[in-house]
């Protein structure tokens, strides 16, 4: 779970494995070993991905299903207007 969500999430957002290994501070290697599952990311590094893919913990590891996008900078008009696209696409 953790592997799929980190390399969806990843793609999603068009950026190579290098290019997240360059914002974690770590190896293209160790972004590719991570989305084969074949090794774990530590906690700290955990939180590191969740906070550059703009996402939580919980839905990396599969706990929520919640997403989230990263609105902080944004004025209160920007949100809802935000908030309205989101809504059309949904069909509402």
Known sequence: MLN????????AQNMSQVTLARR??????S???WENDNIQP?????IKIAETLNTSTDYLLG???NKSIDVSDLTDVQIAHIQQIIEDIKGR
């Open 4 to 11: 799929e969500n980190i390399k969806n999430l990843r793609l």
């Open 24 to 29: 974690l501070g770590v190896s293209k290697q």
């Open 31 to 33: 972004v590719s070993n």
């Open 42 to 46: 530590s906690i700290e590094m955990l």
């Open 63 to 65: 706990l929520s299903q």
